[in-house]
Nanobody
Framework: QVQLKESGGGLVQSGGSLRLSCVDV????????VGWFSQTPGKERVCVAA????????HYADHVKGRVTISRDSAKNTVYLQMDNLNPEDTAVYFC????????????????WGQGTQVTVSS
């Protein structure tokens, strides 16, 4: 099956930056889109950003617009989430997921998920 592995999370101070990576270890990044979702305890997963694989078009959630950049490197089968000017509200587990068809921002439309990487932003 598809295996996605996230990395790059950690502890950062408010205003700092992190770059998350999502690697398809099976080298099968051939999807409609790849999305990054955040989840906090007791909450549903929220789409932070998504990128269309072929066209490289992007979508960003309003609360991260201007602070987050999603990109992909097809040769490395990797999708990145560059996060800048982080604040404590960004603290969450971040997951990447693949979408074959459906709504870019809807978590229940996605097919495969990684295990997540923790992002903690201190004040």
């Amino acid at each position: 099956q598809v295996q996605l592995k996230e990395s790059g999370g950690g502890l950062v101070q408010s205003g700092g930056s992190l770059r998350l990576s999502c690697v398809d270890v099976g080298r099968a990044f051939k999807w409609l889109a790849v999305g990054w979702f955040s989840q906090t305890p007791g909450k549903e997963r929220v789409c932070v950003a998504a990128i269309n694989w072929d066209g490289a078009s992007t979508h960003y959630a309003d609360h991260v617009k201007g602070r987050v950049t999603i990109s992909r490197d097809s040769a490395k089968n990797t999708v990145y989430l560059q996060m800048d000017n982080l604040n404590p509200e960004d603290t969450a587990v971040y997951f990447c997921a693949t979408l074959t068809e459906g709504i870019l921002t809807a978590a229940d439309q996605y097919d495969h998920w990684g295990q997540g990487t923790q992002v903690t932003v201190s004040s």
